[in-house]
């Protein structure tokens, strides 16, 4: 995990960010889990939130061996009640959170003739519909205190068009009109929402394709290669950052090419 995840933050972004609370969805694995490890660096406090409660303890475990920083929190996105609780302990213990970072996902690799009304509803139900339960109690707190970050990732895939993407694209396309409506109501409050939508990144999973299905991903990226979960996970701290106030309603595009606009 430490290589999937090990970014270190510049001094300057300790002092700018150190104190601050981040809460971050889906921070057991993958690029969650490398937010929460920049963040960590940055000498945020972190409310890491997943259902998978086991790999959750043990990636806060291995990025804050100390206990002093990072909270594994469990919970399921999908249950409105569990949020709102969770969200009322963690402010407890690391008080309200001034950075969100709405990164748990559900993906859905099938064609829209397979798909049926039940994964329609369960990649909806995470993708969307908690992010925008989630983030408004949040900005509640925001709102009322004058200042916060949110950062919805979203992907590549609400962008264009691939076959065997039609519920998980259209659920990211949602994220991003999200993050506009958000933006717009919370900008005089100084409270910056704003998307982030990768291309395909370095993760187990993607490695496991095998190689030549990963050469023919490569081929459409004019980089020439995939983005490591760092550098996603540096432009996300980038807007959560006290510099990126000017900065809302954006859609951060990072794909290597793959949609230049
Ligand atoms: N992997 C890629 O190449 C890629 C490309 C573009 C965008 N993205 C987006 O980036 C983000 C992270 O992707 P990843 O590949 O690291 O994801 P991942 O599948 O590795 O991790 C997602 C995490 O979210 C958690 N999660 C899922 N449902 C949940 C629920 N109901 N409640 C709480 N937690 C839940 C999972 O347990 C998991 O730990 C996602 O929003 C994804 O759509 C990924």
Redesign the pocket.
């Known amino acids: 995990m430490r290589g999937d995840t090990g970014a270190v933050a510049p001094a300057a972004y300790r002092g700018q960010l150190a104190g601050r609370t981040a809460l971050v969805?889906?921070g057991?694995?993958?690029?969650?889990a490398t937010v929460v490890r920049v963040m960590y660096d940055a000498g945020v406090r972190v409310l890491s939130?997943?259902?998978?409660e086991a790999?959750n303890r043990a990636t806060a475990a291995e990025i804050d061996p100390g206990d002093a920083l990072v909270l594994p929190v469990h919970?399921?996105?999908?249950d409105l009640e569990a949020v709102e609780c969770a969200y009322r302990c963690g402010r407890e213990r690391f008080g309200p959170a001034d950075i969100l970072v709405n990164?748990?996902?559900?993906?859905l690799p099938k064609s829209l003739w397979e798909t049926t009304a039940a994964e329609w509803d369960q990649v909806f139900e995470?993708n969307v519909r908690?992010a925008f339960f989630l983030t408004r109690t949040v900005a509640t707190d925001m709102r009322a205190r004058g200042w916060g970050r949110v950062v919805n990732?979203?992907?590549?895939?609400g962008q264009i068009a691939r076959p065997t993407g039609a519920a998980y694209g259209a659920s990211?396309a949602a994220l991003t009109a999200l993050t506009r409506a958000f933006a717009a109501e919370l900008a005089p409050y100084g409270v910056t929402v704003n998307t982030v939508a990768?291309?395909?990144?370095d993760?187990p999973?993607?490695r496991g394709i095998g190689r030549e299905a990963l050469a023919g991903l490569i081929a459409q990226v004019p980089v020439g290669r995939i983005a490591r979960?760092e550098e996603i996970a540096l432009l996300v701290r980038h807007l959560v950052g006290p510099d990126s106030g000017f900065i809302t309603g954006a859609t951060y595009d990072i794909n290597g090419g793959a949609l230049m606009r």
């Open positions: 969805t889906g057991a694995q993958g690029l969650g939130w997943d259902v998978d790999r919970v399921d996105l999908t990164n748990a996902a559900r993906a995470v908690a990732m979203a992907s590549l895939a990211k990768p291309a395909m990144f993760t999973m993607v979960p």
